[in-house]
């Protein structure tokens, strides 16, 4: 920091497996930079859509996902996620008690409205979709045999607004969720299924710069509660499965949904 001004530094590896830094020095610019030679690069670079600010869908090391968007938010497992084979697909297998992916994260990912969730995803239980704490969660509602999806606002009276019940426990379904300021719509299987009034919300970069993993964003599950990076045991999770994930940064249209179909 000089001068009042801030440099942001990102990091991303090409995979989702582990990278060692032997050593990093950060040295101001002197002189004049050589013909061809530029300050940085606009981050992501080339992405394949710019739309898509994260794909997961079944790559990856063992105990991470690959995000193929271009914007490397490539997804750590904490507790019992792990890679399985459902009917010759590679997925990720959720335990349903101590559970979460936590993604590498960039302001690019803050999910503000209007956004849309793609899911395939196999679900046994109900629990936390995804978590941001100080922030909003999202939520698989309900109980087997139908669990619905519901939005909560981590202020006030912490109210879960939620769907009616349509996700079958035990199936596979492609569910879409559009999320604009003042409501969510969902899809599954390409057909609507309603439009539920939620006072939606961005996620706050700044609170996830500067405070501990509890506050940071993970999904299918919770992160730890503590105030310290020593203790990385989930204190929630969903159980079932996940084939693919992917956000846009934008609301798709009905017909863009349409054209998906089912699982």
Known sequence: MADGLGVTLYFRNGGSGS?????????????????G??????????????????????????????????YGHHGKFFGGVSWT????????????TNTYIWPLCSPALRLQPPYTFVLDIKPE?????????????????????????GYQLHAGTYTITSSQPFLTTGQWHKVV???????????????????????????????YCTSTWHRHMSFFGAGPGNMTLTKDNPTAGIK??????????RGLTDQEIAAMGGY
């Open 125 to 149: 239980s109900g629990g936390p979709l995804m978590f941001w704490g100080w922030n909003f969660y999202w939520h698989l509602t309900g109980s087997a045999p139908k669990l619905g999806i």
């Open 37 to 70: 030679v530029q300050l940085g690069k606009t981050y992501p670079v080339n992405p394949p859509a710019s739309d898509v600010v994260l794909r997961w869908n079944g790559k990856g090391a063992e105990d991470a996902v690959l995000d193929e968007s271009g």
């Open 19 to 35: 990278v060692w830094m032997d050593d990093f020095k950060v040295e101001p610019i002197t002189g004049t930079l050589p013909e």
């Open 177 to 207: 969720l559009v999320v604009a300021t003042n409501q969510f719509r969902v899809f599954c299987d390409g057909k609507f299924i309603e439009t539920v009034k939620a006072d939606s919300k961005a996620g706050d970069w700044g609170l």
């Open 240 to 249: 079932g499965s996940v084939g693919a994930f992917t956000v846009y940064n």
């Open 85 to 96: 084979t459902d009917n010759g697909r590679r997925v990720i297998s959720l335990n349903g």
